[in-house]
T-cell receptor, first 114, second 116 residues
Framework: AQSVTQPDIHITVSEGASLELRCNYS??????LFWYVQSPGQGLQLLLK??????LVQGIKGFEAEFKRSQSSFNLRKPSVHWSDAAEYFC????????????FGTGTKLQVIP | GAVVSQHPSWVICKSGTSVKIECRSL??????MFWYRQFPKQSLMLMAT?????????EQGVEKDKFLINHASLTLSTLTVTSAHPEDSSFYIC????????????FGAGSRLTVL
């Protein structure tokens, strides 16, 4: 079965600083990979996804993520964080061809300080 | 864009009562919807797959008699928490795929259940 690990439970960055959120997955075949963002009391919004092709994917709100098969990682990055980026971020993996049933990581809560 | 709507957003009920949560796809049809549960400061756990016109498929450990799922139409799935207890208090989120070819899910905003 697939699994997702987000090693950082909580990250604090200064506004304007760069950000990298880590995600490692475990799955035997080529996975479908996602990053979602959840604001307090809200549902999830898709930031970006990777299925195949270019391993560097661009998402909304200036986020990008890079798929590294050798490291089983799909880290999320943003060059300059804005205060509005404070939220919880979830990495998720889905079965190839079965993207609908995804497994989520435990999330990383991002705090942005002025 | 595709929207999944949940109602109610917040619900408080007394222990022993039943609560129904609705999940609607507003501008697309969904033969399949998914129900997740999120405990405070934890990730989302898939509870069940709701199938239009047939029985829901429950994940291991989820009590199907406790969490009744009905997918009566292509735009509506309901989750009923029966005989709710305080430990059922949680954030329930549904999702559906507006375009299977796009291979992504759209999530509702969630429904927070508090059982007193």
């Amino acid at each position: 079965a697939q699994s997702v690990t987000q090693p950082d439970i909580h990250i604090t960055v200064s506004e304007g600083a760069s950000l990298e959120l880590r995600c490692n997955y475990s799955y035997g075949a080529t996975p479908y990979l996602f990053w979602y963002v959840q604001s307090p009391g809200q549902g999830l919004q898709l930031l970006l996804k990777y299925f195949s092709g270019d391993t560097l994917v661009q998402g909304i709100k200036g986020f990008e993520a890079e798929f590294k098969r050798s490291q089983s990682s799909f880290n999320l990055r943003k060059p300059s964080v804005h205060w509005s980026d404070a939220a919880e971020y979830f990495c998720a993996v889905g079965l190839s061809g079965g993207y609908q049933k995804v497994t989520f990581g435990t999330g990383t809560k991002l705090q942005v300080i002025p | 864009g595709a929207v999944v709507s949940q109602h109610p957003s917040w619900v408080i009920c007394k222990s022993g009562t039943s609560v129904k949560i609705e999940c609607r796809s507003l501008d697309f049809q969904a033969t399949t919807m998914f129900w997740y549960r999120q405990f405070p400061k934890q990730s989302l756990m898939l509870m069940a797959t709701s199938n239009e016109g047939s029985k829901a498929t429950y994940e291991q450990g989820v009590e199907k008699d406790k969490f009744l799922i009905n997918h009566a139409s292509l735009t509506l799935s309901t989750l009923t928490v029966t005989s709710a207890h305080p430990e059922d208090s949680s954030f329930y989120i549904c999702s559906a795929s507006p375009d299977p070819g796009a291979n992504v899910l759209t999530f509702g905003a969630g429904s927070r259940l508090t059982v007193l």
